[in-house]
T-cell receptor
Framework: AQRVTQPEKLLSVFKGAPVELKCNYS??????LFWYVQYSRQRLQLLLR??SRESIKGFTADLNKGETSFHLKKPFAQEEDSAMYYC????????????FGTGTKLQVIP | EAQVTQNPRYLITVTGKKLTVTCSQN?????MSWYRQDPGLGLRQIYY???????DKGDVPEGYKVSRKEKRNFPLILESPSPNQTSLYFC????????????????FGSGTRLTVV
């Protein structure tokens, strides 16, 4: 069975401070990991995929297979980063099941 | 504009009255899925479809039905809604890939807020 854990329901940081949103997963095979963001009253949007190793809006995430983690990081938080963030996992190359974590609400304090 | 369209955005209904939430995508995506979003539980997959006429259960399929007669449409049917199906529902689609191509990730609809009284 695959599982995604986001241990923090709420993360509050001051503007300009570093951000790290934690995501841990369990899956016996080769996973693909994603981060999605949901701004207030908007639909979920894909933020980034581990396979592309890209940086979107200053966010990065590195897949650590040893620690089974995919934490989302940003060096300097902005007010517009306040949103719900969801980590998601799917089997590599497959769609049989896409599992989301319970989400972390990021609150950036001005 | 490439998008996933859900209707209605808001719906209040009574227990037992059959309803359908529609979902349509214009990106020629093979894969479509329905999720419900509840506070503290995140997104839970209800059903998914790999292609036309191919559907399968997700984590919480009880009380729901789906059909995939056309590639672009993936309606969610509640034959006899109950109050515990009050939730925010999202439809999502994606290009299908094989094991050699990385997953592209989902495009989500705007959501349907359903209240069953």
């Amino acid at each position: 069975a695959q599982r995604v854990t986001q241990p923090e329901k709420l993360l509050s940081v001051f503007k300009g401070a570093p951000v790290e949103l934690k995501c841990n997963y369990s899956y016996s095979g080769s996973p693909e990991l994603f981060w999605y963001v949901q701004y207030s009253r908007q639909r979920l949007q894909l933020l980034l995929r581990h396979i592309s190793r890209e940086s979107i809006k200053g966010f990065t995430a590195d897949l650590n297979k040893g620690e089974t983690s995919f934490h989302l990081k940003k060096p300097f938080a902005q007010e517009e980063d306040s949103a719900m963030y969801y980590c998601a996992l799917t089997p590599s190359g497959g769609y049989q099941k896409v599992t989301f974590g319970t989400g972390t609400k990021l609150q950036v304090i001005p | 504009e490439a998008q996933v369209t859900q209707n209605p955005r808001y719906l209040i209904t009574v227990t037992g009255k059959k309803l359908t939430v529609t979902c349509s995508q214009n990106m020629n995506h093979e894969y479509m899925s329905w999720y419900r979003q509840d506070p503290g539980l995140g997104l839970r997959q209800i059903y998914y479809s790999m292609n036309v006429e191919v559907t399968d259960k997700g984590d919480v399929p009880e009380g729901y039905k789906v059909s995939r007669k056309e590639k672009r449409n993936f309606p969610l049917i509640l034959e006899s809604p109950s109050p515990n199906q009050t939730s925010l529902y999202f439809c999502a689609s994606s290009r299908r890939t094989d094991h050699t191509i990385a997953n592209y990730g989902y495009t989500f609809g705007s959501g349907t807020r359903l209240t069953v009284v």
